[in-house]
């Protein structure tokens, strides 16, 4: 059997409930007619920021001993004998298709043999130029000729331009 004090708690819990209800709805109609565009529209997702397309790894220049280089500040010519190499590299432009750097060629002179010879210095503007895809490592890029230009004296016999394939 209920009691009286039962049923006032339920009457009183069933008030609470209806105000709780109609509150809700005045809230939810003020903020329909305050702004009617937002109670038009649907919710839209959050904008998304555009993902970058993944940069492509940058052309190399194959070392002596088969590792890429990028802007290095040597790079041995003379693998054989060491008797060639550009110091002092500073690289002004690197990019897909070419590279370009001024620095030094040591160059040992041989007199009257390699063994006995000086290096020599002859400063030298280099380009790395047509790049090519290395068989060795898929996915990278490598330059595979080399240009030498001496503004001043050349190393003898060398002619002041010249360009080599590199074969590495």
């Known amino acids: 059997m209920v009691t ?3 049923r006032r ?4 819990v069933a008030a609470r409930a209806r105000r709780v209800a109609v509150a809700g709805a005045a809230v939810a109609l003020a903020a329909a007619t305050a702004f009617p565009a937002a109670a038009a529209a649907p919710t839209a997702a959050p904008a998304r920021a555009p993902v970058p397309a993944p940069t492509p790894p940058p052309v190399v220049v194959v070392d002596c ?5 990028v802007r290095p500040e040597e790079y041995l010519l003379a693998c054989g ?3 060639n190499r550009l110091v002092g590299l500073r690289w ?3 990019d897909a298709k070419t590279a370009a750097a001024t620095g030094t060629d040591m160059v040992n002179d041989c007199r009257p043999y390699c063994a006995a010879g000086r290096f ?7 380009t790395l130029s047509a790049p090519e895809p290395w068989p060795d490592r898929p996915g990278t890029t490598r330059f595979t ?3 030498l230009t001496f ?3 050349a190393p003898a016999p060398m002619p002041h331009d010249v360009t080599y394939k590199l074969v590495y």
């Open 4 to 6: 009286a004090g039962v």
């Open 9 to 12: 708690h339920a009457a009183a």
């Open 65 to 69: 001993f088969g590792e890429p280089q």
């Open 81 to 83: 004998d060491g008797n």
């Open 92 to 94: 002004t432009d690197w």
């Open 120 to 126: 020599r210095p002859y400063p030298v503007k280099v």
């Open 145 to 147: 000729q080399i240009r």
């Open 151 to 153: 503004p001043d004296a």
